[in-house]
């Protein structure tokens, strides 16, 4: 079946403006997951759905960060007055049920620059 | 505080010959390690995993070993083939719920044919 998609896989913004990322999570997996990935850095986690419960932010870096999830199935992530510090790779991943021994299946990311 | 350190960068190996990937942590309350593969452009896919209550863990040309005392696992590859370069990151979810991943900043393997 088919994995994890992103879109858009590209993204430039200027600095200042408001992004929404999507991430469609593999058909019927519960949990979906946010990461951000600097150059050079590993995934750092954003924040995490149950459903359609935001169950922890406590990685979003700030206030101008939001993610939501209103149906438990696609995901958005919001970010607002974008900064030159926001540019990164954005990593959506899913997983079938609510084990921290369940694989997370990673989308291919959406790569943020601002300008 | 890294909680997941990868301290090599980088990893060249010849084909044919082992790759050993390095990974240590600092939280005792880990008892869950996974290794993600990661090639450029695309999303980290999961490799191999071990649970704490073993010591080693085989599924093919991919071994991952694990010693608790001294907080350190091990990713082995034999025999490395070129398809293997790529960026590996060892990840540990921290509680024992369903809670998120912390990733090692991973390390780029290069098999040189």
């Known amino acids: 079946g088919a994995g994890v998609s992103q879109s858009p896989r590209y993204k430039v913004a200027k600095r200042g403006q408001d992004v929404a990322l999507r991430c469609d999570p593999i058909?019927?997996?519960?949990?979906l997951f946010w990461y951000q990935q600097a150059l050079g850095q590993g995934p750092e986690f954003l924040t995490y759905?149950?459903?359609?419960?935001?169950?922890?932010k406590s990685g979003l870096p700030s206030d101008r960060f939001f993610a939501e999830r209103p149906e438990g199935s696609v995901s958005t992530l919001k970010i607002q007055r974008t900064q030159q510090e926001d540019s990164a790779v954005y990593l959506c991943?899913?997983?079938?049920?609510?084990?921290?021994?369940?694989?997370?299946?990673f989308g291919p990311g959406t790569r943020l620059l601002v300008l | 505080d890294q909680q997941v350190k990868q301290n090599s960068p980088s990893l060249s190996v010849q084909e044919g010959r082992i790759s050993i990937l390095n990974c240590d942590y600092t939280?005792?309350?880990?008892?869950?390690f996974l290794w993600y593969k990661k090639y450029p452009a695309e999303g980290p896919t999961f490799l191999i995993s071990?649970?704490?209550?073993?010591d080693k863990n085989e599924d093919g040309r991919f071994t991952v070993f694990l010693n608790k005392s001294a907080k350190h696992l091990s990713l082995h590859i034999v025999p490395s083939q070129p398809g293997d370069s790529a960026v590996y990151f060892c990840?540990?979810?921290?509680?024992?719920?369903?809670?998120?991943?912390?990733f090692g900043k991973g390390t780029r393997l290069s098999v040189i044919a």
């Open positions: 991943a899913s997983s079938i049920q609510t084990s921290p021994q369940e694989t997370q299946y």
């Open positions: 058909s019927g997996h519960v949990s």
């Open positions: 759905f149950q459903n359609e419960a935001q169950l922890d």
């Open positions: 939280n005792s309350m880990f008892d869950y």
């Open positions: 071990i649970s704490s209550i073993k």
């Open positions: 990840a540990a979810p921290p509680n024992s719920g369903n809670t998120p991943l912390v």
